[in-house]
């Protein structure tokens, strides 16, 4: 509120001094007045005053409106202040809120959010199946007792296997006179795709069972593989895995996953298999492709590397080589495909056979019937301008490891770091 007149009580604003002179001059004394009166100077605002009360009763009224003014400052100062204290909180809540969101999103996508594994995954796509009509009961009740089945064994049940493709294309290459100079082929390799139960996630698992389906039909593995002489079925291998972590294979992964897999959908990777597999006592190696090395953000050092692993030792003359060596597990973000074998075309370049998980039996099945032209290769091709993701891992079986080269291995893992390709 504006000051008020001490004699009058009127509100007069900033024009306190003016209206005190024009309405009460004869209380005051004019300055320098020579009459003999006592006079009394403002300290603020040097207005004159005759009588003392007078003066006492101005000066108040200056020291309440500056109480006033520096009162609304600080008032001022404090809003701004739990205003800017309030924003910020705000906002660090919906940053935590987000990042809450981001990891359930993330643990979603990688099999983490304790929503179940095969067995759970397997039951909810068949009984959508069932209630979109395109399966009946009677068939629900029989897959279920099979799968059921299938996990009590610990033995894949086959039904996403496809055989008999790697001896098709090694008939189909000598026949074919057109563009292949030259062909490599991985000793028998089955494949497996991804099911009901493990859709969306399985690729990792699935990859193993083709790697593990040419190593089984190879003699040189037999001791290894001696407790393995069947597929296992995905919740199998994820216990395999728990057990190579139990060893103390890959401590710094296994705590990625707090030590556990069975009855989750988790994601796999290079590591594991590498895991895995040593843990069985087969030597194999993670080679990390961390940086494209051609054009267009292209691979060709990958290719120019699975080239010489498989013409290593090999006949080079014969156009068709059907050799001894096992697939290759292919990692990239978000997918893993496996190596089965490499075309040279007669203008040198190289072209990938690749298994993947995400193709079906239906689509596999045509590779068994190849034409002369060749139409259904496409599910397998893959020429260095196909595979431009930014990073590639490989993980490469090369032999059989000692127990005593096992344990090194072991304690190795446990700083594991894999090969990077410059």
């Not at 001059?25 to 004159?48: D, I, K, R, V």
């Not at 205003?83 to 979603?108: A, G, I, V, Y």
């Amino acid at each position: 509120a504006p000051p008020e007149c001490p004699f009058c009580g009127e509100a007069a604003g900033r024009e306190l001094e003016e209206h005190v002179r024009a309405r009460h001059g004869h209380l005051l004394g004019a300055p320098g007045a020579g009459n003999g009166e006592q006079l009394y100077e403002c300290p603020m605002c040097s207005l004159t005053c005759t009588n003392i009360q007078i003066l006492e009763e101005h000066v108040d009224l200056h020291l309440e409106e500056h109480s006033f003014s520096e009162g609304g400052n600080i008032r001022d100062l404090e809003l701004a202040q739990r205003l800017q204290t309030e924003e910020d909180e705000r906002q660090r809540s919906e940053e935590e809120k987000r990042e809450r969101e981001e990891f359930k999103k993330l643990q979603r996508q990688y099999g983490l959010d304790n929503s179940g594994g095969f067995k759970q995954q397997f039951l909810r796509n068949m009984e959508r199946e069932v209630d979109r009509g395109r399966m009946q009961p009677f068939e629900y009740h029989k897959r279920k007792a099979d799968m059921m089945e299938s996990l009590a064994s610990g033995i894949d049940d086959g039904k996403t296997k496809t055989s008999g493709v790697i001896e098709a294309l090694c008939k189909y290459y000598q026949n074919e006179n057109k563009d292949v100079r030259r062909v490599w082929l991985s000793a028998g390799v089955d494949h497996f795709h991804s099911s009901l139960g493990d859709r969306g996630w399985g690729c990792g698992y699935r990859n193993f069972q083709m790697l593990l389906s040419s190593l089984l039909q190879n003699s040189f593995y037999n001791d290894c593989l001696r407790d393995t002489t069947l597929i296992p079925s995905i919740p199998k291998i994820q216990s395999m895995i728990e057990d190579a972590w139990r060893e103390g294979f890959d401590p710094h992964g296994a705590s990625h996953f707090s030590n556990r897999l069975h009855g989750s959908k988790a994601w796999i990777g290079a590591c594991e298999i590498y895991s895995l597999l040593t843990s069985l006592r087969i030597k194999c190696q993670i080679i990390d492709f961390h940086k494209p090395t051609g054009p267009m953000g292209t691979h060709p050092r990958l290719f120019e590397w699975i080239l010489h692993y498989y013409s290593t030792d090999n006949e080079a003359g014969a156009k068709v080589v059907c050799t001894s060596k096992p697939p290759i597990y292919l990692q990239h973000q978000g997918h893993s495909r496996t190596v089965v074998g490499i075309e040279e075309k007669k203008n040198k370049s190289l072209c990938l056979l690749l298994f993947d998980p995400g193709c079906s039996s239906q689509e596999m099945q045509k590779l068994l019937k190849l034409n002369s032209d060749g139409t259904a290769l496409k599910l397998l091709r893959k020429f260095v301008g196909s595979l431009k993701e930014k990073q590639y891992q490989i993980v490469a079986v090369d032999g059989v490891l000692s127990s005593e080269e096992k344990a090194a291995r072991c304690r190795a893992s446990q700083v594991l770091t894999s090969e990077k390709i410059p």
